[in-house]
């Protein structure tokens, strides 16, 4: 992460959308890609705001659920104005919005009730919402960089993920989209481990993806610090000829929905398949040349995609029918994420391809459109504007 100097008035915060899982890696692969959140945030630190600090009535009011006077302090130490893309059906409230709710946690770790200066905040976001292409987990990840930045909170990116991770439970997406690149993690969850602490923590309603946005309310914030180091995390080799085609379909599926129709319990067999496969494919997607076959058998899976095969129309026809034999270029197809998006690793043809994908798609009656992406590598970025 760059950070340009010590509090700076006009920034940039941009961070990439991800995919996660890649076919086997349930929960612990996460891919970056040249698909970006931008934040261009201006603050006034001329003008500190009274209500910054908790004092007697401040400590007060947080102690009553829900309460209106902390949402609308904090409403107006930000304003909040987004670009077209799609922006239409986002909070505009800074209480309601998920960017500046995440940083509202961090900013209340840290003892500060609202911004301690007036904030104004244009968002350009291009990820579309709810596909499968890590548009939360980027939200999430803006929302503890605008913290760190707009009140010079320090905070390396190591502690920056422990503060995203408090929010967003599964690693993948969020690793990916802070450090960038292709990357493995897990929560640290043996006993006594910071990522067991989380777990059992006042934290746990603050979860977007098993629990209302009302959770999100002051009285589920209290501001209690995420233990250090929740996770580890490696970036792994990633060979550069190889592209993502992001196969977009029209409609959106929430991870939360499609987290549920997942079962509790796995099979041996099902559980060893998994494994063989990401032992193999997180050392192959480095390797030059690509080896197609290698790669498009090890994005196989059992552990997701079949169980989500229901609610996205034309994913099994997708996998069963692209093969690299059959379209030269080809090397893998996964379910992005939760879905609905179908990535489509390949080095050559990426139009072919990507027509091919949406033909099939169409086929079943879903309108879908494919976007060709680079994987990014460097992930969240922070930039003092002049
Ligand atoms: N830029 C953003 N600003 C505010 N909220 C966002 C933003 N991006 C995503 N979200 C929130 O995250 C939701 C989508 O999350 P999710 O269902 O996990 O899908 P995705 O696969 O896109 O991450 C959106 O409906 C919205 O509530
Ligand atoms: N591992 C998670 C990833 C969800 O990613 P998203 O981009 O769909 O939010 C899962 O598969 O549920």
New binding site residues.
């Given amino acids: 992460m760059t950070q340009s100097s010590k509090a700076p008035s006009h920034f940039e915060i941009t961070v990439p959308a991800s995919s996660?899982?890649i076919g086997p890696g349930?929960?612990t692969l996460g891919l970056a890609f040249s698909l970006h959140l931008r934040l261009e945030v201006r603050v006034d630190r001329t003008t500190p705001s009274h209500s910054a600090r908790l004092d007697e009535h401040h400590q007060e009011i947080e102690d009553v659920a829900h309460n209106a006077e902390l949402c609308s302090l904090f409403d107006q130490s930000v304003t909040i104005r987004y670009t077209e893309q799609n922006s239409r059906e986002l909070a505009v409230k800074p209480s309601r919005n998920l960017i500046t709710k995440t940083a509202w946690y961090v900013l209340r770790c840290h003892g500060l009730l609202v911004f301690p200066y007036p904030v104004d905040v244009i968002i350009d976001n291009p990820i579309p919402l709810g596909r499968?292409?890590?548009s939360?987990?980027a939200a999430v990840v803006a929302g503890v960089a605008l913290a760190n930045m707009a009140a010079s909170l320090g905070l390396d990116k190591n502690r920056l993920l422990d503060y995203a991770l408090a929010i967003e439970r599964?690693p993948?997406?969020v690793s990916a989209s802070l450090l960038g690149g292709f990357v493995a993690s897990y929560l640290d969850d043996t006993p006594n481990a910071s990522a067991t602490k989380l777990l059992e923590s006042r934290f746990q309603p603050v979860d977007i993806h098993t629990q209302q946005t009302d959770a999100f309310a002051p009285s589920a914030m209290a501001p209690h610090m995420p233990p250090m180091g929740v996770s580890r995390y490696v970036q792994l080799p990633w060979n550069p000829r190889i592209k993502a085609i992001a196969v977009i379909p029209q409609f959106q599926l929430a991870?939360v929905k499609?987290?549920a129709a997942l079962p509790d319990t796995y099979t041996r067999a099902d559980l060893v398949f998994n494994l063989q496969r990401l032992a193999v494919l997180t050392h192959t997607l480095g390797q030059d040349p690509p080896n197609p076959l290698l790669i498009h058998a090890a994005m196989s899976d059992r552990v997701?995609q079949i169980y989500r095969a229901a609610l996205v129309p034309g994913l099994e026809d997708l996998l069963r029918t692209l093969v690299p034999t059959e379209l030269p270029g080809l090397l893998g197809v996964c379910l992005s994420?939760?879905?609905p998006t179908v990535v489509i690793l390949a080095e050559d043809n990426f139009d072919t391809i990507g027509k091919k994908a949406c033909s099939i798609f169409a086929e079943r009656q879903v309108k879908a459109h494919y976007q060709v992406l680079n994987v990014d590598q460097a992930g969240l970025q922070c930039k003092t504007i002049a």
Wanted: charged residues 15%.
């Fill in positions: 996660a899982n349930f929960d499968g292409l890590g939360s987990g599964h993948d997406n991870t499609a987290r997701h994420g939760a879905g």
